[in-house]
């Protein structure tokens, strides 16, 4: 039978190395999960109470395709309280998860043959949510000179001129934070040539310095793509949202329409009370500041290479050529013979990546701690 060569993508390694985690769970053994990028305190107190009012007193239908009207009312408010930027209510979009949001920005803006300028390494979500949808990816391998960030040099350095450009920040996998002045250049770099910017913020509100700036503060016709799911600690609640231009607005309803119906209706009650959740969920964040310490003054000491500035999310990506020239077999070995899951730097950069490794610190502390006792005995440090 025809089967479509747009689900000929690459598998996402970090949900192989998690299945493989939990087989060894299953049988017992110690598993210390830094895989998978998920906070790992759960969510607020006020969104599970509000969670459990909604469900004995609300009517959990099908709500707006592009959400409720408090919840979007509620995101805008977010905008003008966090970032002094005022955004209109009508230009939030709820979404099923940000990455929803991103299936529904790749459609609304680009076409079948377009493309999109992306950075290794990055997300493999965003390679692979193209290739399914057509859409070709210009690689821009960016390396600890530039941060691990686009520029406008390398844009420029292309052999074609993209229609798009996806920007993580703070990253996946690096952690890296494009700074408020290369971000404006990229903004403005992107309306000059007519470059559609789409900006995946899900990472804002964590960082361990300078906080991460909107795209939104210096242009009106990026795509901005956020949700509950990393500094709200709601990954499986599947609530996200866009802040989209006015011209976008009325495509992406259309297709949300059809495709998704429309997001979670108990999760859009829960996630009301979410942005009242500051103190709890700045906790959150400086227990990562307090395991992002202890990882990276470890693996210094185990042996690895050099680390790049993690200066938010909850990730180390780690140079492991010290170690081995694959990383994917590295981190097969590691997880036998440990316990400490880890994803092969292979996922994010498919050429340079078999010398890297990400860590996820987003653990308990107990977690961390084991996990890094566990890599000084293996290495011998």
């Known amino acids: 039978m025809h089967m479509s060569k747009r689900a000929e993508i690459p598998p996402f390694l970090a949900l192989q190395v998690l299945a493989m985690a939990n087989q060894r769970a299953a049988n017992g053994e110690t598993v210390m999960h830094l895989e998978t990028g998920e906070p790992g305190s759960g969510p607020p107190r006020k969104v599970i109470e509000a969670a459990h009012a909604a469900l004995e007193s609300a009517n959990l239908g099908y709500t707006e395709s592009v959400g409720t009207p408090a919840l979007r009312r509620r995101v805008a408010r977010h905008y003008a309280d966090y970032y002094g930027v005022e955004v209109p209510p009508e230009r939030v979009i709820l979404t099923l998860g940000s990455s929803g949001g991103l299936i529904l920005s790749f459609l609304a803006a680009f076409d079948v043959g377009d493309r999109i300028a992306l950075v290794d390494p990055s997300y493999p979500a965003y390679r692979n949510m193209c290739a399914a949808h ?10 600890p000179e530039h941060r691990y960030q686009p520029t ?6 292309l052999p074609e001129r993209p229609n798009g450009l996806i920007i993580g920040s703070p990253s996946n996998p690096t952690g890296t934070v494009i700074e408020p002045e290369r971000l404006a250049a990229l903004c403005r770099y992107c309306e000059a040539h007519d470059i559609r910017l789409v900006s995946d913020e899900i990472y804002h509100g964590i960082t361990f310095g300078e906080r991460a700036e909107t795209a939104l503060k210096f242009s009106e016709h990026a795509i901005v793509t956020n949700g509950f799911s990393k500094y709200f600690a709601m990954t499986g609640w599947r609530l996200g949202w866009l802040v989209v231009p ?3 607005v009325g495509p992406i309803e259309r297709l949300a329409q059809s495709l998704f119906v429309s997001p979670p209706a108990l999760s859009q009650h829960a996630a009301l009370a979410a942005f009242d959740c ?9 227990r990562y500041a307090r395991n992002r310490s202890l990882l990276i003054k470890t693996l210094k000491e185990s042996g690895f290479g050099e680390l790049a500035p993690c200066d938010g ?6 140079d492991v050529s010290r170690l081995t020239n694959d990383s994917e077999t590295f981190c097969q070995r590691m997880l036998t013979e440990t316990g400490v ?6 996922d994010f950069d498919r050429e340079r990546g078999r010398r890297f490794v990400r860590f996820c610190f987003a653990g308990p502390n107990d977690q961390i701690d084991a996990a890094c ?9």
């Open 134 to 143: 057509g859409i070709e990816i210009m690689r821009i391998p960016a390396g």
């Open 152 to 157: 406008v040099e390398l844009l420029e350095a």
């Open 246 to 248: 006015h011209d976008l």
């Open 278 to 286: 500051r103190d709890e969920l700045d906790a959150n964040v400086l």
């Open 313 to 318: 999310a909850f990730y180390l990506y780690a």
């Open 341 to 346: 899951a880890a994803t092969p730097g292979v």
């Open 373 to 381: 006792d566990a890599l000084r005995r293996w290495l011998g440090a």
